[in-house]
């Protein structure tokens, strides 16, 4: 299986804040990276796919870069809403596995 | 809009079967673009895919849990299923069904979770 390696584990950041999150693979997997957001009690939701296309409807303070192992997920300016936890995942081959998630927290 | 939504029992006993069932509104389950996954959370940890499923029946399986997962589709009434035999404690999670989109990358499919049920816990106790 791939290992999906997110980093940190957590962060505390303020409201206006550019925060990068990394997500490391323990092996080549092209572009097949996607990003997900979390909410307490709230199910995951897409944000960015394919390692650096904003998913529908998503804020462009998000972005996402990389390719082979090494990725990144950007918010430019934080936005009250943004404290959440974050999740890689890659779709390169089976089984498909997620990051162990960056929890966001207010500074 | 699109609506996944996941039914079935919240408790579960040890040794028995969990069975699951999403039910998709507004859009079909029979379309060529998408498979449709079960993926659960355990209580305060990461999130870990369980399988998909085609509307033709074709399925991909997380191999940790192949040898006790099946998943089905109905699509008359435009569901898919999840069971999981011979729970422990360990099954214990919240699960949550999801649209399986098939994209393309450099190339190739590439798979993302692009719309998802609210998720239900079930619970492996006595």
Known sequence: ?107 | QLQLQESGPGLVKPSETLSLTCTVSGGSISTSSYYWGWIRQPPGKGLEWIGSIYYDGSTYFNPSLKRRVTISTDTSENQFSLKLSSVTAADTAVYYCARDLIGYCSGSTCHSFDYWGQGTLVTVSS
């Open chain 1, 1 to 107: 299986d791939i290992q999906m390696t997110q980093s940190p584990s957590s962060l505390s950041a303020s409201v206006g804040d550019r925060v990068t999150i990394t997500c490391r693979a323990s092996q080549s997997i092209n572009r097949y990276l996607n990003w997900y957001q979390q909410k307490p009690g709230k199910a995951p939701k897409l944000l960015i796919y394919a390692a650096s296309s904003l998913q529908s409807g998503v804020p462009s303070r998000f972005s996402g870069s990389g390719s082979g192992t090494d990725f990144t997920l950007t918010i430019s300016s934080l936005h009250p809403e943004d404290f959440a936890t974050y999740y890689c995942q890659h779709s390169y081959n089976t089984p498909w596995t997620f990051g162990q998630g960056t929890k966001v927290e207010i500074k």
